[in-house]
């Protein structure tokens, strides 16, 4: 795992953790925040796969 995915996830897990133990619950600014984090992993991981699946695309030989 990227540590770009590792931090983002750390961040996430810190809002969460917090939401869980405040009384108030989690505000509008919170559940924004954690939304762009989870966008961001998913961005990330999404980025990850294509450069794989296209680096192994590359190392085909297909005989020509």
């Known amino acids: 795992m ?14 969460l953790a917090r ?5 108030r619950g989690v505000s ?13 992993i998913a961005i990330a991981i ?3 796969i294509e450069t794989k699946i296209n680096d192994k695309a590359d190392s085909l030989n297909l005989g020509n």
Do not use: C, D, F, K
């Not at 509008?28 to 961001?40: D, L, T």
């Open 2 to 15: 990227s540590p770009e995915v590792q931090y983002l996830m750390i961040l996430v897990r810190g809002h």
């Open 19 to 23: 939401a869980r133990n405040e009384e």
């Open 28 to 40: 509008a600014v919170e559940w924004v925040i954690i939304a762009v984090a989870v966008a961001g």
């Open 46 to 48: 999404a980025a990850t």
